[in-house]
């Protein structure tokens, strides 16, 4: 292993976490747990996570077959938590949308049931080669919740797209970097069923991380950042400047309204 | 080699369109005068007189089944026009809306919230107006029904409009 690459893995690998207890604090202090508890707790979670699995690996036990399957419960534990942010970003989309809060159920509904579908069939008729080990079972699987997840984030956007809904800033973060996560998942696990050389092996070991890390840079910077442009001053110096038509139409009105 | 390059397109598709989407999002609200413009920009009178069923019985009375038949094809395409401009219009007002939402002043953000509440139901109104529409269109000797509600959202939509550029305006004359 050349000393360039573990450098980076290393990095890859602690830089997001770092990061993300960054966010896990900034998310405490703005008291944004209540808005969005499953995405706190998929921070803490995640921190904790890497400090188990972190601490295992260092200490050199992390070479048996059990650290495997540790890793891999942690990663499903991990995968529900997704799905329950991506169920809280949905609620607070279109909690007081009304109308359209009901047609959006009805529409993630069958959205799902129809992404597990084209999960399913791509499970058995897109498998590619893979052996019968742990891992090629876990990339069977993991290539079909990154479908639903990236399928479900994308519905999101654009449903929220077609009826207007203005999604937060960092709402929208949030959604983007578990879509930018789950789409490099996806990849990921579609490259570990094909046989790769060693070094190609060990290429791929960094892309989760490295969309792990963009995914936390996005978090992060959607919510530091307000990216949520204010209107063009209402009523500023050039509202004056109204044509005499508006300008009497605007009068009646007010008398109107009045 | 073939499936795995399948999910790798996947991959590929799915974080280009988010990209996308992320790229296309920074736009600025626009700003009341704007949103006055667009209400003056759409000739209403002239689009409930295309939809008006009274209109649609007369013709239907007074000209042969054949020629009605294309009158009312063209008319029904009109509409989906307008249908289309007020769908457009509803968006602005929704981004709109949650723009005035972000304000300091209670009132203002309350009916900033109210403005949005309003466009998106204006714009899943004329959604399902443009479905209609667009059968309507397709087949012409099909009755079809006046979206009156489409009206009366447009209606309270531009109302909260005008109230909001008032509410700005007093407030900056009282500044």
Known sequence: MTLWYKYLLLYLWIAPHVLLLGLAIFLLNRRLFKQFPAFVLYTWYEIAEFVVLFAIAISGLGRGPWYLRLYLVTLAISTALRFGVIQEIFNHVFREQGPVAALARVALRWTTIFLLAVGVLCALFASGHSTASLIAGASWLGRGIAIVQCGLLLFLFLFSRLFGVSLQSYVFGIALGFGILSSVELANWALHASDLSESMARTLNLLPTAGYHVAVLLWLGYLLVPVITRPRQLATADGLNLSPHIDLWNQELERFLQ | ?175
């Not at chain 2, 296309?24 to 002239?46: C, N, W």
């Not at chain 2, 289309?84 to 709109?96: N, P, R, T």
């Not at chain 2, 079809?144 to 531009?158: A, K």
């Open chain 2, 1 to 175: 080699m073939t499936p795995i390059f399948l999910y790798l397109v996947l991959a590929l598709v799915a974080a280009s369109a988010l990209t996308l989407l992320a790229l296309r999002r920074r736009h600025a609200p626009i700003g009341i005068e704007q949103a006055r413009a667009l209400m003056d920009s759409l000739d209403m009178e002239a689009f409930r007189n295309l939809v008006d069923p009274q209109e649609e019985a007369f013709l239907q009375s007074s000209l042969p089944a054949r020629q009605f038949r294309i009158i009312q094809r063209e008319r029904n395409w009109t509409a989906l026009c307008y249908v289309k401009s007020l769908g457009h219009v509803a968006l602005e007002f929704s981004h709109f809306g949650h723009a005035v939402r972000q304000s300091t002043d209670p009132r203002l953000a309350e009916l900033g919230r109210q403005i949005e509440a309003g466009a998106i139901q204006l714009r899943l109104l004329a959604l399902q107006a443009g479905a209609r529409l667009f059968v309507a269109a397709t087949f012409p000797h099909l009755a079809q029904r006046c979206p009156r509600s489409l009206f009366d959202q447009y209606e309270r939509s531009t109302r909260l409009v005008i109230r909001c550029g008032i509410l700005e305006r007093s407030q900056k004359q009282a500044a």
